[in-house]
T-cell receptor, first 108, second 116 residues
Framework: DAKTTQPTSMDCAEGRAANLPCNHS???????VYWYRQIHSQGPQYIIH?????ETNEMASLIITEDRKSSTLILPHATLRDTAVYYC?????????WGAGTKLIIKP | EAEVAQSPRYKITEKSQAVAFWCDPI?????LYWYRQILGQGPELLVQ????????DSQLPKDRFSAERLKGVDSTLKIQPAELGDSAMYLC??????????????FGEGSRLTVL
């Protein structure tokens, strides 16, 4: 299963767009990119996933590069409640392999 | 909205004691996962069930950990004896489908274990 690389931490101003990058250069053709987030002391929460095309839902947008070696999660208007650890995961056939994620801090 | 239920929310135990965690997945979800999450790290899969069958327990320390899902619904994860290094958050998740699919995982709030 492919692995991902994310920055350890990022800051973003409240009301601005938060752009969280993820590198998955060894991703295979049938592996999906998933994003979850984990607010302190809670279980992870699903955000979005995609294969090739860009995806958008009520929470976020996912931009996947054409070569699929990297992606960006976009929170369009970040709020203080978006402060969390964000995990980018490449989902293989068997399971999700989690890294340490990006600690996103939204500042007022 | 349906949720994954876990109990207890917090557990403090002494080294060498037995401890058990319970999980009730979302109704109709065939796949159930137990994860362990050490502070500052991402979740690590311990065991995955498809209905009542174990499909992956390769990372489960079988000398002290056991997991069961007898009727394919709720599940119990047991540790006996507990060791200091077992202190972690134990997360349960469920999904509608199993391997090789794009099913979203729904997580419970977790059970935080502290071993003294």
């Amino acid at each position: 299963d492919a692995k991902t690389t994310q920055p350890t931490s990022m800051d973003c101003a409240e009301g601005r767009a938060a752009n969280l990058p993820c590198n998955h250069s060894t991703i295979s053709g049938n592996e999906y990119v998933y994003w979850y987030r984990q607010i302190h002391s809670q279980g992870p929460q699903y955000i979005i996933h995609g294969l090739k095309n860009n995806e958008t839902n009520e929470m976020a947008s996912l931009i996947i590069t054409e070569d699929r070696k990297s992606s960006t999660l976009i929170l369009p208007h970040a709020t203080l409640r978006d402060t969390a650890v964000y995990y980018c995961i490449v989902r293989g056939y068997y399971q999700l392999i989690w890294g340490a994620g990006t600690k996103l801090i939204i500042k007022p | 909205e349906a949720e994954v239920a876990q109990s207890p929310r917090y557990k403090i135990t002494e080294k060498s004691q037995a401890v058990a965690f319970w999980c009730d997945p979302i109704s109709g979800h065939a796949t159930l996962y137990w994860y362990r999450q050490i502070l500052g790290q991402g979740p690590e899969l311990l065991v995955q069930f498809q209905d009542e069958s174990v499909v992956d327990d390769s990372q489960l320390p079988k000398d002290r950990f056991s997991a069961e899902r007898l009727k394919g619904v709720d599940s119990t994860l047991k540790i006996q004896p507990a060791e200091l290094g077992d202190s972690a958050m134990y997360l349960c998740a469920s999904s509608l489908m199993g391997q090789g699919n794009t099913g979203e995982l729904f997580f419970g709030e977790g059970s935080r274990l502290t071993v003294l």
